[in-house]
């Protein structure tokens, strides 16, 4: 079996961002030479989120709307979390929503998308240095 494992670094400039990492991750796909597999990518931070969905420029100022509705970033009094000192609570809420990780079968050397799908990483609680884990195995 061949197995690969690497992370990838971010660090945007704000507090929230999408960024799609697709043709990152296909890179590390065709680097493993991993025929056929399996693809993890996660967030290793509890701020931010991997997921699945399409590069689509008003979806992602959707998501961005939605999860504030959902879980407002101020006032950072409203959560219990944020007593501790921090102010990332709504980060942890829309980290859980937006989900930790991707698995994507590799067939034939190639990630195996359905229709229009590309891996994003999302980010929550920027301005600081936060890591992706992508681990690929198979043969
Ligand atoms: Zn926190």
Redesign the pocket.
């Known amino acids: 079996m061949k197995s690969l494992r690497e992370q990838l670094w971010f660090e945007i400039p704000t507090r929230r961002g999408f960024v799609n990492i697709t043709d990152t991750v296909e890179e590390l796909v065709r680097k493993s030479g991993v025929r056929e597999g399996l693809c993890l990518v996660n967030a290793m931070h509890?701020?931010a989120s991997v997921f699945i969905n399409d590069n689509e420029s008003g979806l992602l100022q959707d998501y961005e709307d939605w999860l504030e509705e959902l879980a407002p970033h101020e006032p950072t009094g409203q959560y219990r979390?944020n007593r501790?000192g921090?102010d990332?609570?709504d980060?942890?809420l829309k980290r859980q929503i937006m989900g930790r990780e991707v698995v994507v079968a590799i067939t034939e050397g190639k990630l195996d998308f359905g229709p229009w799908e590309q891996i994003f990483y999302g980010e929550f609680?920027g301005r600081r240095r936060k890591r992706v884990l992508v681990k690929i195995i198979g043969e």
């Open positions: 509890i701020s979390h501790t921090e990332n609570a980060a942890h609680d």
